[in-house]
């Protein structure tokens, strides 16, 4: 029962990468997917700064990249990959999916965490002098901040499941570890570690984030 | 000073067209509490968003002082609107921020220097009387109080305006009464120009020293509130009027009415300035007056009376008696038993 071929080493590797991949892909994700959602509420139409051409550009692509599984998306674009990385292999190569995929959906949930701030919020801003960047900064997101942290915690999550699949490209990670040896070798106490591992490591995300967004939101 | 002058605004929503205002003008001069009162749907909203520009006129002039809005860049549109504060139904605070951050706000997008913003903050708080609150939240206040904090934040840049989104709609009857009171306060102390729109006329009554009355996004009615009040003309002035001033017989009363032969009923509209009127008709002309109803309401500091009297007396005399009241510039008015 408690016999496995894998070593605690190969094990802490793993871990290591996948907290890379989600770590990293959330990072650069976050830098593309926040100003791209914020931008996405701003020129709708009715937006402060209005412009349908920006709006109906950006919005479709969004759409068409996030209807992609992340498994197709994965291998479909591994030209992309190795002109980005050189290579189409490894803990690297699952990245450049792995943000391309978590970019577009950072976008969308900022987006809809925002579109949830009172329209009188921005009126007052506006009534008060403010610019669209004053109005962005001072007014739209810190009154949509709480909504934002549980945006990025689904981000993370959904993140943190995508790797699982980078081991199709041999990224390595946890879930790469439960195919190839718990699925494929038969390994089933390395597949049971896994699965608790994973479920924990979910939990203690969502709490921290429900805990982060409960503070900012002051709801008490 | 505000002008509007033949102000209309279209909107064009899926090919069908709304007129919220058609060719509308107004002037609201220094120092006024200036209501504008109408039912929803009336196009009071558009109306205030003219002034700080927050919805454009699809035709003519905003002036502010003097200026045409239309001809500012963005740039010094939004310095004009620093020189108009608003405050709003449901106040539109930060949640996410402390009271003092709230009121700071005008001040931090004005980059002001932090030393300046706290001093003038916890000022602003002490007027509205709430400067213990500074390090509260929104959600900890109640209605009343985050109305408050509200105007202390438009009063932050040192407006010369006020514009009031019916900044008591939401709110009892007493906390309106004292949020009244603050803005009578500003307008004296810092002589601010404030301008109200709502559908409660009590408000109106209170505070304000000209109204308008809209209605289908035109102004039926404008004026002195006291000549508006006095002598409504337009069925929807009257409803309006009628809301705060009892000026009908009650029901029960007019049941009691001893019908006399020959006696004739009047209703006479007066003001505080008519004090003798009944006895001098009394001694001058030996009519019989019998009171059926009085009524005395205060607009801001003057009383608009009414009253249903009888009369009796020989014909002559009571044409005489009631001519005599006409030329005292009082209203009156024969009814039927």
Same mark, same amino acid.
């Given at each position: ?174 879930? @790469? ?9 038969? @390994? ?33 | ?7 209309? =605004? ?73 020189? +108009? ?9 930060? /949640? ?7 009121? &700071?706000?005008?001040? +931090?997008?004005? =980059?002001? #220097?932090?030393?300046?913003? =706290? ?8 007027? !509205? ?81 000209? *109204? ?6 035109? $102004? $039926?009615? %404008? ?23 009892? #000026?009908? $017989?009650?029901?029960? $009363?007019?049941? =009691?009415?001893? *019908? ?15 004090? %003798? ?30 009253? *249903? ?6 014909? &002559?005399?009571? /044409?005489? &008696? !009631? ?12 009814? &039927?038993?």
């Amino acid at each position: 029962m408690f016999q496995t071929t894998v070593t605690v080493d190969q094990f802490l590797q793993a871990m290591v990468d996948t907290f890379y991949m989600v770590g990293f892909s959330l990072l650069v994700g976050s830098i593309i997917g926040i100003p791209l959602g914020i931008l996405l509420v701003i020129t709708r139409p009715g937006g402060i700064i209005e412009n349908s051409v920006f709006f109906k550009m950006v919005n479709p692509v969004i759409n068409m990249v996030r209807s992609l599984p992340f498994i197709i998306l994965l291998v479909a674009i591994i030209p992309f990959t190795r002109l980005i990385v050189q290579t189409s292999i490894g803990t690297a190569a699952a990245i450049v999916p792995l943000i391309i995929y978590v970019s577009p959906f950072i976008a969308r949930l900022v987006e809809n965490s925002i579109l949830e701030v009172d329209d009188g919020i921005i009126e007052a801003a506006e009534s008060m002098g403010a610019t669209p960047m004053q109005t962005i900064w001072y007014f739209l997101v810190p009154e949509a901040m709480g909504s934002l942290i549980l945006s990025l915690t689904t981000a993370t999550i959904s993140l943190l499941s995508a790797t699982a699949m980078a081991g199709a490209v041999g990224g390595g990670g946890i879930g @790469d570890l439960a195919i190839s040896y718990g699925y494929e070798r038969f @390994d089933s106490f390395i597949m049971l570690v896994t699965v608790v591992v994973l479920i924990i490591f979910v939990q203690v995300i969502q709490s921290v984030g429900n805990w982060l967004a409960a503070k900012v939101r002051r709801e008490n | 000073m505000i002008q509007l002058e033949h102000v209309s =605004k279209t909107y064009k929503r899926n090919g069908t067209e709304t007129i919220a205002l058609n060719n509308v003008s107004l002037q609201i001069n220094k120092g006024d509490i200036f209501g504008v009162i109408g039912f929803s749907g009336a196009g009071k909203s558009t109306l205030i968003r003219m002034v700080n520009y927050l919805e454009k006129p699809t035709s003519g002039t905003v002036l502010i002082d003097g200026n045409d809005v239309s001809d500012y860049t963005m740039q010094e549109l939004r310095k004009t609107r620093k020189n +108009i504060g608003m405050i709003f139904q449901h106040f539109n605070l930060l /949640n996410s921020k402390t009271i003092f951050h709230n009121v &700071a706000i005008p001040l +931090i997008l004005a =980059k002001t #220097d932090k030393k300046v913003i =706290k001093e003038r903050v916890m000022e602003l708080l002490q007027f !509205v009387g709430l400067e213990e609150k500074a390090t509260n939240y929104p959600n900890e206040l109640s209605g009343g109080q985050k109305q408050r904090i509200g105007i202390a934040r438009a009063l932050a840049s040192n407006p010369s305006i006020l514009l009031c989104d019916e900044a008591t709609s939401a709110l009892d009857p007493q906390t309106t009464d004292s949020i009244l009171q603050l803005l009578q306060k500003i307008n004296q102390a810092y002589n601010i120009t404030i301008m109200i729109i709502t559908h409660e006329m009590s408000i109106i009554q209170k505070i304000c020293n000209r *109204v308008a009355v809209m209605e289908k996004g035109e $102004i $039926i009615e %404008e004026g002195n509130v006291l000549e508006v009040f006095g002598n409504p003309k337009h069925s929807s002035t009257k409803n309006f009027v009628r809301t705060v001033l009892q #000026d009908e $017989i009650p029901e029960n $009363i007019r049941k =009691k009415i001893n *019908v006399i032969p020959g006696s004739r009923l009047f209703k006479i509209d007066f003001n505080d300035e008519s004090n %003798e009127l009944i006895n001098d008709m009394i001694r001058n002309f030996g009519v019989t007056v019998n009171l059926i109803y009085a009524t005395m309401n205060e607009i801001k500091t003057n009383t608009i009376g009414h009253m *249903v009297i009888q009369l009796i007396g020989a014909s &002559a005399t009571v /044409n005489q &008696a !009631v001519s005599f009241l006409s030329t005292k510039e009082i209203y009156v008015k024969e009814l &039927a038993y």
